[in-house]
């Protein structure tokens, strides 16, 4: 298979940045081949017409907008701001507030699909804040201050039936299975 594709789907589905030090480590090849690939990546996505560019600081890369389609991007980011939640953002804000803090592979685990624009949406809204988690393999997701202050609660022990839905066995066995994975603590 061609490194750039795989590189190039690495940076997709992370949606930040990745160290290159990472990349070269999940598919098997050296930094300096990693990084004489991401140059070449780079160069063609600067040439090609495309509405991504890679960008490369601090020995980490990522797949970012052009500057300038920052009107359209703009005016995604404030529908997402502004509009009502979705059902999918809806689903994440509640596995936050029932079984947070928890890792972005775990909330995945538990709906099936990718909640990388869900987590964004919700961190830009207020609604969830994130931190590296101790062993830095992962981000942890809580419900934020705010989202707190919205619901008129002071902790998520308030929340409806919070101590059987945080508790719940099946999704513990999910959540266990995917921190093994990951090396995060349950």
């Given amino acids: 298979m ?3 594709s795989q590189i190039e789907a690495l940076l997709f589905v992370r949606g930040e940045s990745l160290a290159i030090s990472s990349i070269s480590q999940i598919l098997g ?9 991401l140059g070449v990546m780079t160069e063609a996505y600067c040439d090609e017409n495309r509405g991504i560019r890679l960008f490369i600081y601090d020995d980490k890369a990522q797949l970012v907008t052009k500057p300038e389609h920052s009107e359209f991007v703009e005016r995604l ?3 997402d701001l502004h509009g009502p939640l979705s059902k999918s953002a809806l689903e994440v804000l ?11 592979p775990a909330i995945e ?3 099936g699909v990718n909640c990388q624009v869900m987590l964004r949406t ?3 809204r207020g609604l969830v804040s994130r931190k590296a988690s101790e062993t830095g393999s992962a981000f942890l997701y809580s419900v934020s201050a705010g989202f707190l202050k919205r619901l008129g609660v002071s902790s998520v022990s308030e929340l409806p039936d919070f101590s059987m839905l945080s508790s719940d066995k099946k999704i513990g066995s999910v959540l266990s299975e995917v921190n093994r994975a990951t090396g995060e603590d349950d």
């Fill in 2 to 4: 061609n490194l750039s």
């Fill in 94 to 104: 509640a596995i936050v507030a029932y079984r947070g803090p928890v890792s972005r």
């Fill in 109 to 111: 685990a538990i709906r």
């Fill in 122 to 124: 919700l961190m830009m």
């Fill in 77 to 79: 980011i404030k529908k």
């Fill in 29 to 37: 090849v050296s930094v300096s081949r990693v990084k004489e690939v």
